[in-house]
């Protein structure tokens, strides 16, 4: 097991044991953030939105070091390159932000590098105030700025630098004659090596010595829809639907839909999502209000999809033709919005594909499709694929479908329960399509458990659905703007939805118009992209006795609406300036910088949101400050204590003490605010403040 | 942007666009623990010491799955496999424990499948009791059972399976049989496929489907003694060290200190570590107490390596010959000790390594060579390396220095301020050293910040210093007990030590005896490596004014000390009795599994430690507990709170409420306690409980 010694080691130099991917770095960059699975999957990132690196940085000894958070383009040019800053002192955490300009498959390393200039700095004020060394420290500080100005980090044979501007340079050699200039005072040269000058040339041209690279790690960028987006959800088959003359239903159509485009785009909606507009099964289709039988008249549910009409790649003929549908996403278009689509992948008993590829489904013992179970529930109506039967034959005939959508100009899909199909299925399928169509998202309807939720995010959906609807008191909302905000926003991009069709939390069926207001006021404002199901307006909120879900619900039947009366609450004029709102702030468009500030009674709620000038695209600061009153009932009077130095926004410091100019987005009226601030809302008159801050200095 | 749609396409199977390596497998196992840096680090393990696997894991809809923990061992073969239990419910978070039996490179990964007969089992049951579809699932299992019985999985062409042996064949083959036997009803025809036989059958040889792998990750196993040992540290000078006839100081030497090594041992210390016994220079040597100016008879620092006698590679002419060193070895391990050397890497300005290779020190602007500074603290006896100045000669020369020691029987040292150096270099030689000497064990001497230690633990020391002298509230002593054993037992293995020549707390100077006495029994008990430096037993208690060391620090004088009287304060019975109740509980000897029980006084603390008979080298339970006062003037009258069910231990339960027998390792008194149980410590009597649970059925 022994090994002699070598008598004369310089001449045999001995195999490096530790692979080249394993070995540490010469300044240690460890604990990298974000990295998913060992950076085998790409961090989310978002152009135009910043997104936070980490490391945990430090190195032997007490010399000063550097740390620079790399971002590199999917050319492979570095894009931008920002200093970290130790975020937790004692636990030598380093965090920067860096912000891509545009969609793809972008990189982030750190870099690290030991930094003679600070190192010289700070021993050099100390030694030479406590008159040691005095000589020897100008003389190496000298040195040091003719080494800076020859871009030469030590030792020889480091990487190569580019030697500073010929102006720089000059200030650099001055500063080394007058360090050297013993006709002047101690101090007085010692100064000439601080100057801010001299200082500024170090910073943005450091004298990089023993600089080491991490390895880089995947961030894949999405356009700014994909974080941004404000939702609005309708069942085509409502509009214009009515019954003729003798009491039958005749269903509504998308060029009746296309007519409320105009109306939901002036209320700033950008996506129309349509829930399935396929031809509906019969075998087993469900009746008014999921009973199992269905009468003559029932429409059925647009879940249950297929017929002799076609599959996943037709439209119901109810609903209109091929052309209908292009003029529908014309329209949409004129009106800057885009069309979601529902990808739902299951198949009514009468789906094309069950005759064509009965291969695609679970056969049972006794011959028979399997129909989708939770034993001991049954949902003859709906033939699950079975991804694992055939799965090449099942991939390239969804891949078909969606395919032919976006021919159609959808560029958005919601897609139906992800989490009961594999996850292998969709991270190849999210890759394919994205990598031909780069443009399109994916919405995942998973409401689950986090890990499978997050998994989805990590893999490749665009957006999410998330737990919002059940987070109601203060705390668990608070949390959860943080959890989505700083957690998990490399992992899932947050779409907060106060109802959905399937969807109706105990909490909206109390409290009438208010609650409606309020949860569309945090939905909007806590979560860049937000959605409401259409009939929002009109406040409803009727339970299916014993489900969490509306009462004679649109999946079963039609449910035209008075659409001239939408305003009857208030809700199309809230819904309005919430997304004028969000427009007019880049605060809104995005995900991270959440601040939660105290309020003195818990039914009040206060957060805030901030973007950098640096990385605004008006390239100037914006802050906003929601302040909400969660009890839909009573009115209440409170404070509310804001943490200005987290704030984000600038300060006026006065006689007065510190105070920002305020306005409310929803009424216009201007407010000033200081640390504590006296709060009143009263649910009839307005459920939150939404405070946009003014720059005091204009 | 767009493709056209694929008319046909089963017969053009598109590219699959994510790279394998990052591809989620059919069910996904994510968040893998414990894997450093990406996998391109190993965890730490030792050798029969079992470790916990964690991973999320979770699939599409409702099938169950089976989740096992797989090591490998270092010649690739499958060690040992465990199924994962789901250890965080509604977040899918799965745990397994393993244990490696023998030091090497080892691996593990997850295994995850779909687990066809829980699912028909979970199914089949509700079926069946609901008369739904009986004949079907009866079918269905029928043919589970025959597919198991062939070990074929679905679908086709999976990972192919070792089919059960005849045996187990014949018992399925026979359910399968019974369960489509229409004589009987179906709740016996049921039972058929549920027996305890059947399920024990697919317990062990479970029918795997869609069985996939995650990567796999590296564990460095280590040997037994890396993880758990009994340190005595001394400074072999002071061993017979006294004044001649004139007063003049005579050294000790490594004969006398030999002389010690049976009574040490017989304490049960099984490390006897060295201070450097290297030549010490005379250039700036340190007199008593650090004093600037040595006298003539001051010995000096033995941290200010070499002179004109020799370096690193040479003994203190003082203190013997290199036979005299082999002699104290092998006396050492005839005492079943090994010995642990000081590698300080630093020189005096006399080491011929000074004349030999300025080259590898730091060269002043002034030609002189750069002493070791902290602005404005200077140490002007001791030279740095400079380890980026002819790195691969100081690499080798270091090399040769710990090979020279190890050819004398070295196989433990203890590395002075590792965090003074580039880990880059301990990385590369640690794993060099390891690879010739897989036995030789390094311990880090590195007090400093959280990540700093952890990562010297993460590259390859295999002990490590720890904050432990600084932790004396009841709050923080608990919380750092957890976070060592199981926050960061994968990147460092603790060695709790109360004092050291550089150590002496504040907490020690007062509490006499009693907290001398108190320390040792949370450091013992605490943590599997401890320690102690020579003259604990004396109580040497006071500190060098305004510093948190030794008033007469050994590290610059003789400190001989009169061993007859050892035990005057009674310390060296304590010592022996906690070495020996660690030699006889495997529950000491590892790291993992503590819990922390409540106490009713804030000066009382209570943890207990816990090895199952799985693990255990006495193939039994062994359960330890200790209770202690942590106050050293006062007794404490209170009442500890035993969590029975997170013991570990068989819990007797009977008319007098659930009862465990306990014997007091310090004095062989016996105990019954319950779950709320009385305690008085009386530091003058006793600082502490140091329980074993005897087992109730014996």
């Known amino acids: 097991m022994r090994q002699a010694t070598t008598k004369n080691p310089a001449s045999k130099p001995q195999k490096n044991p530790v692979a080249p991917r394993a070995r540490i770095t010469r300044i240690p960059a460890t604990e990298l953030f974000p990295v998913i699975e060992q950076g085998l999957w790409p961090a989310k990132a978002t152009e135009g939105e910043s997104f936070p690196v980490r490391a945990t940085v430090f190195r032997e000894g007490h010399d000063a070091l550097g740390v620079e958070a790399v971002l590199i383009d999917p050319e492979g040019k570095e894009h931008m390159r920002a200093y970290m800053q130790d975020v937790a002192p004692g636990l030598d955490r380093y965090e920067a932000w860096l912000m891509p300009d545009r969609p793809g498959d972008w990189k982030f390393r750190v870099d690290t590098w030991s930094n003679p200039y600070a190192t010289w700095s700070h021993d050099a004020t100390i030694k030479i105030a406590a008159d040691t060394d005095v000589e020897l420290m100008l003389e190496e500080g000298a040195r040091l700025m003719e080494r800076a100005a020859a871009g030469k980090p030590l030792p020889a044979g480091s990487r190569k630098q580019k030697a500073p501007s010929k102006e720089d340079q000059a200030v650099l050699l001055e500063a080394a004659a007058l360090m050297r200039d013993k006709e002047s005072s101690p101090q007085t040269r010692l100064s000439a090596g601080l100057s801010s000058q001299v200082r500024s040339i170090f910073r943005h041209s450091p004298l990089r010595e023993l600089w080491t690279r991490t390895k880089t790690f995947p961030i894949k960028v999405d356009r700014k829809k994909a974080l941004y987006s404000s939702w609005y959800e309708i069942f085509p088959r409502s509009y214009g639907a009515h019954r003729d003359d003798e009491g039958n239903w005749i269903s509504g159509t998308l060029s009746e839909a296309a007519k409320q485009l105009p109306r939901i785009s002036q209320m700033g909606f950008d996506v129309i999502y349509l829930t399935p507009i396929h031809p509906i099964g019969f075998t087993f289709r469900k009746g008014r209000n999921n009973t199992l039988e269905a009468g003559p008249m029932d429409p059925g549910s647009p879940y249950g999809i297929g017929s002799d009409a076609g599959g996943h790649d037709a439209i119901h003929p109810d609903l209109g033709t091929f052309d209908d549908f292009d003029a529908f996403v014309a329209q949409a278009r004129e009106h800057d919005m885009e069309v979601a689509l529902d990808l739902a992948l299951q198949c009514s008993p009468d789906h094309p594909w069950v005759k064509d590829h009965p291969e695609w489904f679970t056969t049972r013992a006794d011959g028979s499709i399997a129909y989708a179970e939770n034993p001991p529930k049954k949902y003859q109506d709906i033939y699950p694929l079975n991804f694992d039967n055939d799965p090449e034959g099942i991939y390239q005939a969804v891949k078909d479908v969606v395919l032919k959508w976006i021919e159609h100009g959808v560029t958005i899909f919601r897609v139906d329960n992800p989490h009961t199909k594999p996850l292998s299925f969709w991270q190849r399928f999210l890759a394919d399509i994205n990598q031909t169509n780069p443009e399109v998202i994916f919405l995942a309807e998973a409401f689950t458990r986090p890990a499978m939720m997050r998994t989805l995010g990590a893999i490749g959906f665009h957006q999410s659905y998330t737990y919002f609807a059940w987070r109601t008191e203060k705390d668990e909302l608070l949390d959860y703007f943080k959890e989505v905000a700083t957690e998990t926003a490399h992992l899932m991009r947050p779409n907060f939805w106060p109802t959905t069709h399937d969807i109706l939390t105990p909490q909206m069926t109390t409290g009438g118009p208010a609650i409606f207001a309020l949860r569309a006021v945090l939905a909007a404002t806590a979560s860049p992209s937000w959605g409401i199901y259409s009939g929002y307006e009109f406040v409803e909120n ?71 000038a ?85």
């Open 542 to 612: 009727v339970q299916r006795p014993g489900f969490e879900e509306q009462i004679d619900n649109e999946k079963y039947e039609y449910r035209p609406r008075n659409w001239e009366q939408a305003n009857q609450f208030g809700l199309e004029h809230l819904l309005t300036l919430l997304n004028s709102a969000r427009d007019r702030h880049p605060a809104f468009q995005q995900l991270h910088r959440i601040q939660v500030h105290e309020t003195s009674d818990p039914r009040l709620l206060c957060f805030s949101k901030h973007v950098p």
């Open 614 to 698: 640096k990385f605004s695209p008006t390239g100037e600061d914006d802050t906003v400050i929601v302040v909400a009153n969660l009890d839909p009932h009573n009115e209440v009077i409170g404070s509310a204590t804001l943490d200005l130095s987290k704030l984000g926004a600038t300060v006026a410091h006065g006689s007065m003490g510190s105070r920002i100019n305020l306005v409310d987005e929803l009424d216009g009226q201007e407010y000033q605010w200081g640390e504590h601030n006296y709060v009143r809302l009263n649910p009839y008159e307005r459920v939150a403040h939404v405070f946009s801050v003014r720059s005091t200095e204009k």
